[in-house]
Structure formats: C-alpha cells, structure tokens
C-alpha cells in the first residue's frame, strides 16, 4: 500500500528518471494526482513543453526527496514502479496522466552514507598537479572498490596525497551510462606496507558534481541495491523476512 510509505500525498512533487527515445534518459518533475492500493496517479512529466514517451510496462525510477521539521534534508524515498495506464486529458481532466504500480520502495540517507561494493576501473583517472605557476593532470591507473552518492573508495598502485583534486570517469551501477567529475582526496591508507609494490586505497568525495548527477547516482545505486538482495533471495543467501525493502 503506497500510502503507508512516507511522504505520499496528493501533491507531492517526484521525480521520474526515464529513457526517452527523443529527449534521452532524464530526470523528469511529475506531481502525485491520486493513489491507492500500489499505484500512483502521476501528471505526464515533460521537457521543454515536449512529453515524456511512455509505454506500457515501461519501467521508471522515482524519487521523492523528505525534509526533517527544521527544513533539512532527511531521506529520499525511491519507487521502482511500472507503467500500467495512460490517461489522455478530458473535459472533466484536462491534466494528462500517467499510472505507475509501484513494485519496491526503499529509503536512503540524504548525503548517501550507503556504500555499494563494487569492483570496476575506472575508464579515466588523472591527479591534478601544481608546479611553478602551471598545473597538470597526471593519469593514473586505478580501480572503484566502493561507491556512494557522495564519493568513491578507489584502490590505486600510485599514492595520491591527502587534499589532491582528481579528475575522474567511471561506469555508473545498473548500466546507467557514465559519469565525469572532479573529486577531492580525503583521506590515503597505504595496504600494503613493506611490501615491494605498493597499493593505496583512496577516499575521495565528489567536488563538482551537480545535484543532478548526485540524485542519478543515488537511484543507480538504490537499483543495485535491489538487484543484489534479488539476487541473493534466488540464491538462498537471505530469507524474504529479513528484506528491508519492501516488494508488492
């Protein structure tokens, strides 16, 4: 039931990410006309007065950011929802709509705290040198261990200090393209001390990254998420009991 999950009323502002054959894959605004049992009444989202091409059983990804009393920010809720009615606007309804039947929910900190276990290399690394007046970037080799919507753990060969600024590309999780962005070193642990070739993991937080791209990446990672507790029901590795993230 949708309306026991918080932050649904009518009215409420959401966000759509959608793959739109013309416009792309987007974040899209959409407002809450109506719901019930698991579905949402949504307003067609649009760009630039274009509407956003939605099939049937299309699948969307939507987010509704919440608010502690004093303003700041709480807990986005995330809605992997289906489509399953289009409504065309009447003289009774003139706003067009768009029905989605939610199928998983789940919530996560707003300065994405969460930290999904990955392994992949990044496609582009560079450190950001400064020498007499004139900076550089040197590319490095290097891997994401983890990854968060605030940040990234990478392991490198190459010890970068404390403080740097990178710049780097990597794959988004759940093939949600790529990113590019510059990132700050906060902190450098050496993991193998003593031993011939070395190896540095790096923390490092986003530095440039637009809301947009934090937003992008913290549905990337709720999806992950989901796949991976899927994953790991069909295998038997957890009991449908303990899941945190509920299904309809």
Same mark, same amino acid.
Not at 18 to 25: C, E, M, N, S
Not at 129 to 149: C, E, F, L, M, R
Not at 186 to 213: C, H, I, W
Not at 223 to 232: H, V
């Given at each position: ?30 407002? $809450?006309? /109506?719901?019930?049992?698991?579905? @949402?009444?949504? %307003?067609?989202? #649009?760009?630039?007065? *274009?509407?956003? +091409? ?89 891997? $994401?261990? /983890?990854?968060?919507?605030?940040? @990234?753990?990478? %392991?490198?060969? #190459?010890?970068?200090? *404390?403080?740097? +600024? ?83």
């Amino acid at each position: 039931m949708v309306a026991a999950l918080p932050g649904i009323r009518i009215g409420a502002t959401l966000a759509m990410e959608a793959d739109d054959p013309a416009l792309g894959a987007d974040s899209y605004k959409c407002r $809450i006309e /109506d719901f019930k049992d698991e579905r @949402l009444w949504l %307003t067609w989202p #649009a760009k630039r007065g *274009q509407a956003v +091409k939605l099939q049937l059983d299309d699948s969307v990804s939507l987010a509704l950011a919440q608010t502690a009393p004093n303003g700041q920010p709480e807990a986005t809720l995330y809605l992997d929802s289906i489509v399953v009615d289009r409504l065309v606007p009447t003289p009774q309804n003139p706003v067009p709509q768009v029905v989605v039947r939610v199928v998983a929910a789940g919530r996560q900190a707003p300065r994405g705290s969460y930290r999904l276990p990955v392994r992949m290399p990044l496609t582009d690394a560079a450190v950001r040198v400064s020498s007499y007046g004139t900076t550089s970037w040197n590319p490095i080799v290097a891997y $994401i261990h /983890d990854i968060s919507a605030g940040g @990234l753990g990478i %392991t490198s060969d #190459a010890e970068v200090a *404390q403080g740097l +600024k990178m710049r780097v590309r990597f794959p988004v999780p759940a093939g949600s393209g790529e990113m590019s962005v510059t990132v700050e070193v906060m902190n450098v642990t050496d993991v193998s001390p003593g031993e011939r070739l070395s190896k540095y993991k790096l923390g490092v937080k986003f530095d440039d990254a637009t809301q947009q791209q934090r937003e992008r990446m913290a549905r990337a990672i709720h999806r992950a998420q989901l796949e991976n507790r899927r994953r790991d029901q069909v295998a038997g590795k957890i009991d449908r009991s303990d899941e945190t993230v509920e299904a309809s």
